[in-house]
């Protein structure tokens, strides 16, 4: 079966320091991969996608950025933190065919940056 | 830009009761419509789904109507449970674009005892 692991669960960054967030996947292969954040009272904003290795497409502009080295590996990073980054990000995976059969989170992570 | 709108933040019904969660969209290239429901600190799961072919789909307690002409989607849950309790998000995808899915803001559902 496949499985989805983030970490890590909470992270407390200062402002201005960096930033590292790893998912994988297991029990499948070629997934597309997702990075959400849902802010404080808000719904899920789309971060970054990636349909394969290297691949990455970002949805908004934003001092984050997104790599995929391996197939089933998704790093979120940042430089230097924003106190608007905190919030609660979640990656996701689905089967890479048309259409779309929704998507399976992992548990998330909650950065509160200070 | 928010394609996909629940209106309603927060709902709270009494057990045994019927839940019914709205959701509208925009995107008339949607065509594939979904619920998730999320526990504090955990990730959304999966609820259920409807594809825009129909207009009707159930699963247990959980019913989906879709209405193409108003896109609009409801979620109703019959009857209530208190582990019901979670927020419950609305989503929309496009065939031509699976891997752009959409969320609603996410509505909030208590069920009292």
């Known amino acids: 079966s496949q499985t989805i692991h983030q970490w890590p669960a909470t992270l407390v960054q200062p402002v201005g320091s960096p930033l590292s967030l790893e998912c994988t996947v297991e029990?499948?292969?070629?997934?597309?991969l997702y990075w959400y954040r849902q802010a404080a009272g808000r719904g899920l904003q789309l971060l970054f996608y990636?349909?394969?290795?290297?691949?990455i497409s970002s949805e908004v502009p934003q001092n984050l950025s997104a790599s995929r080295p391996q197939d089933r590996q998704f790093i979120l990073s940042s430089k230097k933190l924003l106190l608007s980054d905190s919030g609660f990000y979640l990656c996701?995976?689905?089967?890479?065919?048309?259409?779309?059969?929704?998507?399976?989170f992992g548990s998330g992570t909650r950065l509160t940056v200070v | 830009d928010q394609q996909v709108k629940q209106n309603s933040p927060s709902l709270s019904v009494q057990e045994g009761r019927i839940s019914i969660l709205n959701c509208d969209y925009t995107?008339?290239?949607?065509?594939?419509f979904l619920w998730y429901k999320k526990y504090p600190a955990e990730g959304p799961t999966f609820l259920i789904s409807?594809?825009?072919?129909?207009d009707k789909n159930e699963d247990g307690r959980f019913t989906v109507f879709l209405n193409k002409s108003a896109k609009h989607l409801s979620l109703h849950i019959v009857p209530s449970q208190p582990g019901d309790s979670a927020v419950y998000f609305c989503?929309?995808?496009?065939?031509?674009?699976?891997?752009?899915?959409?969320f609603g803001a996410g509505t909030r559902l208590t069920v009292k005892p």
């Open positions: 989503a929309a995808s496009a065939r031509y674009n699976n891997n752009d899915m959409r």
């Open positions: 990636s349909i394969g290795i290297d691949q």
């Open positions: 995107n008339s290239m949607f065509d594939y």
């Open positions: 029990g499948t292969s070629n997934p597309n």
């Open positions: 409807i594809s825009s072919i129909k």
């Open positions: 996701a995976w689905s089967v890479r065919r048309s259409p779309n059969y929704g998507y399976t």
